[in-house]
């Protein structure tokens, strides 16, 4: 059985930082792609940043130069940096387990999901 678990978010200031890790365990985690997304009050579920099985990666326009995406196929770990978030990065934020290796943004592309974590960026 494939979990994700992820830990870190919080309440930070603007202009500070948060690092999200995702644990992921029951499936060969190296061969997938990984993506972290996140929803906020009354929006849709967006992408956020996604990196693949090789560790090539993509981001949402909104986060680019911000956040930085890496991961531990060793440790069947995914880790996302956000430095100088801002209120509207307020979400809750999910990590999630691709259907192939390589990045996608669409949510049709992961097939598991973690149980989320409140990031808030107060003003």
């Known amino acids: 059985q494939v979990q994700l678990v992820v830990t870190g978010g919080g309440l930070v200031q603007a202009g500070g930082s948060l690092r999200l890790s995702c644990a992921a365990s029951?499936?060969?985690?190296?061969?997938?792609?990984m993506g972290w997304f996140r929803q906020a009050p009354g929006k849709e579920r967006e992408f956020v940043a996604a990196?693949?099985?090789?560790?090539?990666?993509t981001f949402a326009e909104s986060v680019k130069g911000r956040f930085t995406i890496s991961r531990d196929n060793a440790k069947n770990t995914m880790d996302l940096q956000m430095n100088s978030l801002k209120p509207e990065d307020t979400a809750v934020y999910y990590c999630a387990l691709g259907r192939g290796m390589i990045v996608i943004q669409s949510q049709s592309g992961y097939d598991y999901w973690g149980q989320g974590t409140q990031v808030t960026v107060s003003s």
């Open positions: 029951g499936r060969t985690f190296r061969a997938y792609a």
């Open positions: 990196v693949s099985w090789n560790g090539d990666n």
